[in-house]
């Protein structure tokens, strides 16, 4: 069975501060792994995914995340956040194409000026 | 042009009654899913679809019915609303080729059940 869990219900930063968003998968088999955001009554967006090649991975508005084995970490993080991130993020892993994905809880993301 | 629509987007009905959400894809997938979102922002998978064929089933009451007349919609009706079905609805798809998995999400339907 696989399972993610997002360490940090709620995440506040300052503008301009490291966003680090933690992800943490479990997984028998090699997983994808995917960060999405959903904004404020909206749907969610893909905003990078891990698909077994890169380990690091860019995805858009500036953010990326590193795929660690040996962690069974898959982190999310922006160099400088912005007003417009604040938003709920969300982890989600599946073991092939066209299967369910495994949602973590969410994390909200915060950003103060 | 949008990829995944989702009609309606907010639906307000009584307990007991029948409803259906209806959700249509342009992006030539293979694969359509349901996901229910709950109060707590949780996300879970209620069906799947491939190319019209039910591929997922998880733990949903029988009162919900997924339908997919064609690859491109996939609706979901709901008989017998109860307090419980209180929710967001979202529709996705997927084309399922190597990496190309990404699923792309419908904006989601309100339904609230009184």
């Not at chain 2, 030539?28 to 998978?45: A, N, R």
Request: glycine share 6%; aromatic share 12%.
């Amino acid at each position: 069975a696989q399972s993610v869990t997002q360490l940090g219900s709620h995440v506040s930063v300052s503008e301009g501060a490291l966003v680090l968003l933690r992800c943490n998968y479990s997984s028998s088999v090699p997983p994808y792994l995917f960060w999405y955001v959903q904004y404020p009554n909206q749907g969610l967006q893909l905003l990078l995914k891990y698909t077994s090649a890169a380990t690091l991975v860019k995805g858009i508005n500036g953010f990326e995340a590193e795929f660690k084995k040996s962690e069974t970490s898959f982190h999310l993080t922006k160099p400088s956040a912005h007003m417009s991130d604040a938003a709920e993020y969300f982890c989600a892993v599946t073991h092939q194409a066209g299967t369910a994905l495994i949602f973590g809880k969410g994390t909200t993301l915060s950003v103060s000026s | 042009d949008t990829a995944v629509s989702q009609t309606p987007k907010y639906l307000v009905t009584q307990m007991g009654n029948d409803k259906s959400i209806k959700c249509e894809q342009n992006l030539g997938h293979d694969t359509m899913y349901w996901y229910k979102q709950d109060s707590k922002k949780f996300l879970k998978i209620m069906f799947s679809y491939n190319n019209k064929e039910l591929i997922i089933n998880e733990t949903v009451p029988n009162r919900f019915s997924p339908k997919s007349p064609d690859k491109a919609h996939l609706n979901l009706h709901i008989n017998s609303l109860e307090l419980g079905d209180s929710a967001v609805y979202f529709c996705a798809s997927s084309q399922d080729v190597g990496d190309a998995d990404t699923q792309y999400f419908g904006p989601g339907t309100r339904l609230t059940v009184l």
